[in-house]
């Protein structure tokens, strides 16, 4: 492939002279500007330390992508590289965040030039930012590394560690309203293929004058240990300090000089390059830059807590603690009757299937994922999977699009297939209940595909493995494929004392007297202060959050998508009468339209001031619904497992109303705003309020929940602690 020295276009290696400036064009890398011929690569965009990144369009989806190709000096003789390189391209996949530049692709072009295909973002990085402002005012620099953070933050949920955060790392978007929705952080666990990596990024910072690694790498990085969250925090607290200071703290004439002021100098004062910050603030950016990492800042949140704070800021984005949203992943065994596919999950090569007809997939995260499988002279085949911890074994038949007969796999798959299906469901998790209705928290999150009641397992076991053989006598893996993957083959029978009603389910909805209260507490959180008066006209509001019974009725007379967690359209065996989850502001409305057409009044959800006024039992301003100390036996709060509703009637408000704290948050329709006289500023403004706390919250310490306490979600929301409840207007 050849390039234009002038405008970085790409051309095949016939064309010796750019046709759009007329300058001669160079050889650049091996091979012609079609990728995998699909990735048409049309101008450089940059080059790094580890490769050049082009801009790509897609031949047949005709979208645009950022493509980095590996330098095949850098590929060299390491015959891991390329393996290595495919296990971080997966991990970086994995991270679904605004913030992170999105990996959709990756391949390896004539065998030897690895490439990865990202997100294309048009803007500027903050290499160039800082070139050309120099410094930031603090508002502005905490802004940004807040953002930055944010991003940070979800990889590391994931167990993923950047190492190699810097500026020229960081791209902000043109496209973009604030440095909240423009920041995106490329190259996430890449710097881990290759530590040489790191001195090629210091060449290129002699020879160009761009700032590699060298400058931002924490004490650690310099030796033999390895590194963790917190050297990711080194460098962020680095980057902070530069954008403040206009410069990075630790600068030397070689790579020796600038290891030692690492390892050994304490960081300067912001005085010093002519700066005047809050005391706070410094006191946070040296605690980020402690040489011994065991006294560093311990986690990106406190980061973001101690640096907003120090200017009188809050961190508003609500988080659910990593522990109840990412499930561990899972490995997918993949059985195939076709050798020599290629497996695809979410769009995203992962292999081909060996000569047995397998391939195992390691780590896949948690969610729901589309595997699909390519062979040439055979149809594609596609399916959902749901990936909770558990091993997961996926079971795909190809079928022919042409005369030739199908390859069959080296080793037959029968009696593995009919030992695995007897173990599945042996191995199932038992369900802890309580009156035949609780369950613990690892299946309240996940797909219940594992869930089967204990009373049902051993009718379960027989009835799976003399289908199996059967369906084997019968039809072989086309009848296991339509076992496999029938969601009623997958449901569990319901026995007739815990059948529901739907017909004759009729939630039940409260009136509250309007009046006036004070909103909010001045010794609560930033975002709970200050205190003001409101008040609020009556209202109806239901006793409980919407249940999983009510929302299948919904599912039902519609035809409307069930929630993921669901198996063939209805809610899990024993879990009708939990509340609902896996619901965003969509499916609410949705909801909301039929309930209201079926019982002819016009509901709505509540507002964040209607919720508050009833938790606190109105002008009482009571800090829970039951009054103003915490008691253990009024909510579901750290009992680490949803519950059905109305299980604590001990905590209902003086009208009746229950759950109003703990199980799962509440949406409500209003959105995030600051309280007047408030010095806050909430980076998503058109994010909902969310109210109540779940099962996991705390009951006591400074993150204690209360009826006073503020979350924040985007309307596209869906998770397992998030569910909602109805009000109406009194008139």
């Given at each position: ?39 048409r690569l ?40 390329i ?23 990756f391949?390896v ?7 990865l ?8 990085s ?9 410094k ?72 160009t ?70 005391l ?15 006294k ?9 807590r ?20 990412l ?51 055979f ?35 029968l ?7 007897k173990?599945?469901?042996e191995e ?47 039809g072989?893996?086309v ?8 969601p ?9 004392n815990?059948?529901?009603q ?16 004070r909103?909010?507490r001045?010794d609560?959180?930033?975002?709970e ?17 919407v ?25 899990p ?80 408000n ?6 109003l ?10 959105k ?39 979350g ?20």
């Amino acid at each position: 492939m050849k390039e234009c020295p002038q405008c970085k276009k790409c051309y095949p290696d016939d064309i010796a002279q750019c046709p759009d400036d007329g300058a001669s064009t160079f050889h650049s890398i091996p091979g012609e500007p079609l990728l995998e011929k699909k990735y048409r690569l049309e101008r450089r965009l940059g080059q790094g330390g580890m490769g050049v990144v082009y801009k790509a369009r897609h031949d047949y989806l005709k979208t645009y992508h950022a493509v980095k190709v590996i330098l095949p000096d850098l590929v060299g003789n390491d015959s891991q590289l390329i393996t290595r390189f495919h296990q971080e391209a997966r991990a970086a996949a994995a991270i679904r965040h605004h913030n992170v530049i999105s990996v959709t692709d990756f391949g390896v072009a004539n065998n030897k030039m690895p490439f990865l295909v990202m997100e294309y973002v048009e803007g500027e990085s903050l290499h160039e930012l800082l070139q050309r402002e120099k410094k930031l005012p603090v508002e502005k620099a905490v802004e940004l590394i807040c953002a930055i953070c944010a991003g940070v933050n979800a990889a590391h949920k994931l167990g993923i560690i950047h190492r190699d955060l810097k500026p020229l790392n960081i791209m902000i978007s043109k496209n973009a309203e604030n440095f909240y929705e423009a920041v995106k952080i490329l190259d996430f666990g890449l710097a881990k293929i290759k530590s040489g990596e790191i001195l090629g990024s210091f060449i290129q910072a002699q020879t160009t004058g761009f700032m590699g690694s060298p400058y931002y790498m924490a004490p650690e990085q310099w030796g033999d240990e390895e590194p963790d969250a917190r050297s990711d925090i080194y460098s962020l607290g680095i980057m902070l300090f530069q954008m403040i200071a206009g410069d990075v703290p630790f600068k030397g004439g070689s790579i020796p000089a600038i290891m030692r002021k690492h390892l050994y100098d304490p960081p300067p004062s912001l005085s010093s390059f002519g700066v005047t910050v809050p005391l706070k603030l410094e006191k946070a950016i040296h605690h980020a830059l402690e040489k011994d990492r065991q006294k560093r800042t311990e986690n990106v949140d406190e980061f973001v807590r101690e640096v907003r704070e120090a200017i009188g800021l809050s961190y508003s984005t609500f988080s659910i603690p990593s522990s109840t949203v990412l499930m561990p992943p899972s490995d997918v065994q993949i059985l195939s009757n076709s050798p020599g596919a290629k497996v695809f999950v979410d769009g995203i090569a992962y292999g081909v299937t060996e000569s047995d007809g397998r391939l195992l997939i390691e780590g896949l995260q948690s969610g729901s994922h589309r595997i699909r499988l390519v062979h040439e002279g055979f149809q594609d085949w596609e399916a959902d999977i749901f990936c909770d911890g558990q091993p997961k074994r996926v079971v795909a038949e190809l079928k022919k699009s042409a005369s030739q007969p199908i390859q069959k796999p080296s080793t037959p798959i029968l009696s593995e297939t009919e030992d695995w299906l007897k173990t599945r469901v042996e191995e199932r998790p038992k369900i802890t209940t309580k009156q035949n209705s609780e369950i613990t928290i690892e299946q309240a999150q996940v797909r219940p595909d594992t869930q089967v009641a204990e009373k049902t397992k051993s009718r379960k076991v027989f009835v799976l493995v003399a289908s199996i053989l059967l369906i084997f006598a019968l039809g072989g893996l086309v009848g296991l494929l339509i076992m496999e993957f029938s969601p009623s083959s997958e449901e569990p029978p319901i026995p007739a004392n815990e059948q529901i009603q739907l017909k004759d389910f009729k939630p039940e909805m409260i009136k509250i007297p309007g009046g006036t209260f004070r909103m909010g507490r001045n010794d609560g959180d930033i975002r709970e202060r200050p205190e003001f008066t409101v008040t609020v006209r009556d209202f109806w509001i239901s006793k409980t959050e919407v249940t999983n019974a009510e929302y299948e009725q919904f599912i039902r007379e519609t035809g409307y998508q069930a929630p993921p967690y669901w198996i063939g359209g209805r809610p899990p065996a024993g879990q009708e009468m939990m509340p609902v989850v896996y619901v965003d502001m969509k499916d609410i409305e949705e909801f909301i339209k039929w309930r209201s057409d079926r019982d002819g009044v016009k509901y709505r959800l509540p507002t964040e001031e209607e919720w508050e006024y009833a938790a606190r039992n109105g002008s009482d301003n009571n800090l829970y619904p039951w009054g103003d100390k915490w008691e253990n036996d009024r909510a579901a709060v750290e009992v680490f497992k949803i519950v059905p509703v109305g299980s604590f009637p001990k905590g209902a408000n003086k009208w009746g109303v229950l759950d109003l704290i703990g199980n799962v948050w509440e949406w409500t329709s209003s959105k995030i705003k600051p309280y007047p006289g408030a010095r806050i500023v909430f980076n998503k403004p058109n994010n909902f309020v969310i109210r109540g706390g779940c099962f996991n919250s705390r009951a006591s310490g400074d993150k204690a929940i209360t009826s006073t306490t503020r979350g924040d979600v985007e309307p596209t929301r869906k998770d397992g602690l998030l569910g909602f409840r109805l009000a109406r207007d009194a008139d």
